[in-house]
């Protein structure tokens, strides 16, 4: 089962280039947060310009010598309304690099079909169909049911959105003193040639994500990967006196030394 | 190495967007088996008792089925189905046990609320005055409200995916399995939440069709009448259709959410490659 949905762009030159598409769930998380933002600053505008309007709408009917100048307070109000809704996806999208800050929570990206980053013309395109998209779910069904999930405003404007890369995180994970003095001793008696990345990647997953697993997965799940480990580098036992997690803390330390990055 | 720098590693956890995203994608792609297996479901449940029973035990046969594509496992139905059957009463005692336990939530909640909202408003009251204790009163109800449904979706988060571990793991009773549900759940009550609300936005569309759009109809028309009566057998009737819709989209997700929880809880899918020596 393919949970994400790629898809590869070839370039000019041969490139071929994949993305992973952002999906239904992110876009529609993104979205939520986008709208609730907007909502907030509509309520803080409405209320400042109701306040500033109360104030004024007697000091500007003498001064035109207009009864109308509330009914054009309200039409400015809406136009100012409609600036902000779909200002606010074109500003972002565009300073932001694609993202705006429901996307950037949600981490997904709009770009361009081939990858590289949109234009203001592009960014307005999408804000400006948005609301034909929003009217009957439209873009949530032609993002579910069409396989580059484009929307509306995506079809025209020719964009894509797809999952933010996220650089994988740097390693903070303790490594103990036992685990130091291990490493060495390991890469003197064991054949760590045997040990490939995606083997090594898996241990290193493990030790990063140990902390949040139960403490009864944890000591099923560090034996399980120290045995398998020890039987890749050519292991006879794992060394009695140290724990599971001291001896694959080793064998990431002696990966990295004999191969260092 | 076919894998893109950018795409996320298959070992890693999900967001809450992808959560919902694997859900859809399930779904999608396993479309007419699991609407059929809906529609059985709710035929059942016009019958008491047993035909609850087995609308429990098919909802946990589809999240079975999602969760073994999600482990490149992928069962027939018919074999899914044979591990299902035995425990289909177990099924029963989940939906029991965890429509008792949000029962007692509920009320406890409502008996705490009623009483804080007591003590609170004599106390705003004394110290105020009965003018503006009513603007106090007012704006507690309020505040209650929404901790009430907080708690209440609190509680619904961690029991959400309790029916899944009996439909996956072997050799686990009803009990163990909303246990199971509890412990998975404990330190990611938020991002279920996350995962709840997006789900119900996507779903929206399903919801206002089959299950708000008919009961509108009821509310012009006068209780009590020949014409209520037919039209709130027809608004059930369309919202059971709707229910066929909607229940293998929730059965699917709770599937994604059990498969991230054990990624996350448990460590699930790290192993070294085997080697045969």
Do not use: C
Request: without cysteine.
């Amino acid at each position: 089962m393919h949970i994400f949905n790629r898809f590869t762009h070839e370039t000019p030159e041969s490139v071929e280039l994949e993305f992973t598409l952002a999906g239904i769930g992110s876009r529609a998380w993104a979205l939520l947060i986008d709208y609730h933002i907007l909502g907030l600053l509509a309520v803080v505008f409405l209320v400042v310009w109701s306040i500033i309007s109360y104030q004024l709408v007697d000091l500007l009917s003498s001064l035109f010598r207009s009864a109308d100048i509330g009914l054009w307070l309200v039409a400015i109000a809406l136009l100012v309304m409609f600036f902000l809704y779909t200002g606010y996806f074109v500003l972002f999208e565009t300073i932001w690099q694609g993202q705006t800050p429901g996307k950037r929570f949600a981490k997904i990206r709009v770009v361009r079909d081939d990858g590289r980053p949109i234009s203001i013309g592009q960014a307005t395109l999408r804000s400006l169909l948005r609301a034909f998209d929003d009217s009957l779910f439209i873009g949530a069904f032609m993002i579910m049911f069409t396989r580059k999930e484009k929307r509306l405003g995506d079809l025209l404007a020719g964009t894509i959105v797809i999952q933010a890369e996220s650089p994988q995180a740097a390693a903070n994970f303790p490594i103990s003193e036992s685990a130091n003095n291990l490493a060495p001793q390991l890469l003197y008696e064991t054949d760590f040639s045997q040990l490939l990345p995606d083997d090594f990647a898996v241990i290193r997953e493990y030790l990063q994500r140990r902390k949040a697993m139960t403490l009864k997965a944890r000591e099923q799940l560090s034996l399980q990967l120290a045995q398998q480990a020890k039987n890749i580098i050519g292991l006879e036992k794992l060394p009695a006196a140290v724990t599971p997690d001291i001896f694959l803390e080793a064998i990431y330390l002696a990966y990295q030394n004999e191969k260092p990055l | 190495m076919s894998q893109s720098f950018s795409s996320p590693s298959p070992m890693q956890p999900l967001s809450i967007g992808n959560v919902v995203t694997a859900g859809v994608r399930l779904y999608r792609s396993n479309l007419k088996t699991y609407l059929r297996l809906a529609l059985f479901a709710h035929l059942w449940i016009l019958v008491p008792i047993y035909g609850w029973a087995k609308f429990a035990a098919i909802s946990g046969l589809i999240s079975r089925l999602a969760f073994g594509e999600l482990v490149n496992q992928p069962e027939s139905v018919s074999i899914a189905r044979s591990k299902i059957k035995p425990r289909l009463w177990s099924f029963f005692i989940v939906g029991l046990r965890v429509g008792f336990f949000m029962t007692l939530i509920y009320i406890g909640l409502l008996i705490l609320g009623i009483i804080l909202g007591a003590i609170v408003g004599a106390l705003l009251g004394l110290i105020l005055g009965s003018s503006f204790a009513s603007v106090g009163i007012g704006i507690l109800t309020i505040v209650f409200i929404i901790v009430f449904l907080f708690g209440l979706i609190w509680f619904y988060s961690r029991w959400m995916i309790a029916e899944v571990p009996l439909a996956v793991e072997d050799g686990i009773n009803a009990t163990q399995s909303v246990e199971r549900s509890w412990e998975l759940t404990k330190t990611s009550t938020l991002r279920i939440q996350g995962v709840l609300l997006i789900a119900f936005a996507i779903a929206l569309p399903a919801l206002l069709l089959f299950n708000y759009l008919p009961q509108l109809f009821l509310i012009r028309t006068p209780s009590g009448s020949t014409a209520y009566w037919t039209i709130y057998l027809i608004s059930r009737i369309i919202s059971l259709v709707g229910g066929i819709f909607v229940m293998p989209f929730w059965q699917a997700i709770k599937a994604v959410l059990y498969y991230d929880l054990r990624t996350r809880r448990e460590g699930l899918g790290l192993k070294l490659r085997d080697r045969n020596i």
